[in-house]
């Protein structure tokens, strides 16, 4: 399937309720990727996709499409920016939930603070990742969430991710420079 054709895409398991730890031991956590930022996007595409056994299924630009394509895709995984446009991403998340309780939602975002930390756990997500983080934390964060027991493969992809700082420059870069669109 490619990125283009979600949006006409049948749902690939009509009412299925996502439940990510009631999978096969081979059955691939199947995610959704979310990000206004199409280089951070793609990334963050490239980078996931090589963790064990995830399968990306489908991406969104904003809060809305993210909500729309989470009920077309039935992902078992939403890693979804927080300032997302036209409905952040915990009003996403909320709704996605409302939907699909089982499925699981990690919070990717560049502001890294405490009150949203504790707004993202309460408000509907089951994670929180800083973007100048991605490559040290999620792995850990989606194994301790979707593959209950695997960790050590986690962590070991994000080993490899560690020896090559530059393999995908838009993960963790950001200066905090004014006019940066993840930091405004």
């Keep these: 399937m490619t990125k283009d054709s979600v949006d006409s895409a049948a749902p690939t398991r009509p009412g299925a309720v996502a439940s990510p730890g009631a999978h096969a ?8 990727l979310v990000d206004d930022n199409a280089l951070f996007r793609d990334d963050l595409h490239t980078f996931v996709a090589e963790l064990p056994r995830i399968e990306v ?3 969104a630009h904003d809060g809305l499409q993210a909500v729309h394509r989470a009920s077309i895709l039935q992902p078992d995984l939403v890693l979804m920016d927080y300032g997302l446009p036209h409905i952040n991403g915990l009003v996403a998340a909320r709704r996605i939930r ?3 309780s089982a499925v699981r939602i990690i919070i ?3 502001f890294d603070t405490t009150g949203l930390n504790k707004a993202c756990l309460t ?4 994670g929180y990742v800083s973007k100048y983080s991605v490559r040290e934390e999620l792995p850990q964060l989606i194994a301790g969430l979707c593959f209950q027991g695997l960790e050590k493969q986690a962590v070991q992809a994000s080993k490899v991710w560690k020896t090559e700082p530059n393999a995908f420059p838009s993960l963790g870069t950001c200066t905090g420079k004014v006019g940066c669109h993840e930091c405004e």
Excluded at 25 to 32: E, G, M, Y
Excluded at 123 to 126: R, S
């Design 25 to 32: 031991k081979s059955a691939p956590i199947r995610t959704l």
């Design 57 to 59: 299924i489908g991406e």
């Design 98 to 100: 409302q939907v699909q």
């Design 108 to 110: 990717i975002t560049a």
């Design 123 to 126: 408000g509907g997500a089951d």
